[in-house]
Structures are given as structure tokens and as C-alpha cells.
């Protein structure tokens, strides 16, 4: 398996991430844990791979600088938002540049010739759609495997060397893997 998985150990991820795999418990406590989760998960994947630029702007008593996302390249979360949508809320709060795409219905990407990074969203990696979902990204809309990012909040170990085998290039951020 030849996957860049980056296992995530902030202390406040160790402490959320506990009892993650525990699917019985209360589903609005996991709900809370789940959003925190993924804004700390994505916090770190933006880190280092979300391009930020500084704009002065030059008023006439001062200069003002202003932080934007690269205009080189469109930024896109694709993830099931029944499932996810209490952390896309929040990240969409944050940083609203960010386009949003349910896998479950047809995905489309804006028309524009600029580079595309893809950031797929999953509370547990448990199957298989996420490898029909990203085989999908690279033969019908010839996105670089590079430019695809999966985050989850847990992982089994084998759906990931499972995409290791077909994707070896992929960034993975997650914070348990079982």
C-alpha cells in the first residue's frame, strides 16, 4: 500500500476520536462529535493544501491586507450531505469559496478551464463507493489523482489498501484507522 495516509493525533482529535467506531451511541452526541472532528480534520488538510494569497490594498491613510483563496484553482468538497452536513455547514461558514457537491445526485463541475481540487468528505470509509467515486473523477473528468484529497473520520484497513492498490498517489487525512 503505497498510500500518503496522514493519521491525524492532535489531542483533542485522540480524546473526540475515543469511542468514533461505536455506532450505538447517541446519534445527536456523535453528530456534535463528528462536526468538530471534521473541522479539526480539515483544518489540517487546508494547512497544506489550500492556497492562500495576500492582497494589499493601499487606502489613503494605511494599507488594508486581505487573505484569498488562489483564483488558479476551483475548490471542491463532494460528499453524501445527509451524512455530513453539520461539518459542511461549519466549513462552508469559514471558507465560502468552496463549492459543495452531493455525490448522490449527477456531479457538475463549473465551466471554467481552471485546475480542480477535489476534497472527498466521509464519516467512515467502510466500502467501496469512495473507489467508484474517485475511478469516476479520473476517467470521466479527468481529474489528476494529485488533486484529489479524501478525509474521513475513521477508515477501515482495508478499503484502504484496497485504494492504495488502485491509487497510489492519493492523500488520505484521517483519524482512525480499524
Known amino acids: 500500500m503505497l498510500l500518503n495516509i496522514y493519521l491525524i493525533s492532535h489531542p483533542l482529535i485522540k480524546t473526540l476520536s475515543n ?3 461505536d455506532f450505538n451511541e447517541n446519534k445527536n452526541y456523535n453528530h456534535n462529535k463528528y462536526k468538530y472532528l471534521g473541522l479539526f480534520l480539515f483544518y489540517e488538510m487546508f494547512r497544506k493544501h489550500i492556497n492562500i494569497y495576500k492582497i494589499y490594498i493601499k487606502a489613503i491613510s494605511n494599507i488594508k491586507q486581505v487573505n484569498l ?3 488558479k484553482k476551483d475548490y471542491y468538497i463532494i460528499t453524501d450531505l445527509l451524512n455530513t452536513y453539520n461539518v459542511i455547514g461549519e466549513i462552508k461558514s469559514l471558507v465560502p469559496e468552496i463549492q459543495v457537491l452531493n455525490y448522490k445526485q ?3 463541475f463549473n465551466k471554467n478551464e481552471l485546475s480542480k481540487q477535489i476534497i472527498l468528505l466521509e464519516i467512515l470509509l ?3 463507493k469512495i ?3 474517485i475511478s469516476l473523477l479520473i476517467e470521466e473528468y479527468n481529474i489528476n489523482e494529485n488533486d484529489i484529497l479524501v478525509a474521513c473520520i475513521a477508515s477501515k484497513n482495508e478499503v484502504l489498501k484496497k485504494m492504495g492498490e488502485m491509487f497510489p498517489n492519493l492523500k488520505i487525512y484521517t483519524t482512525k484507522i480499524f
Open 69 to 71: 483563496l488562489s483564483s
Open 126 to 128: 467502510d466500502n467501496k
Open 106 to 108: 449527477e456531479i457538475k
Open 131 to 133: 473507489i467508484d467515486l
Open 19 to 21: 469511542s468514533i467506531t
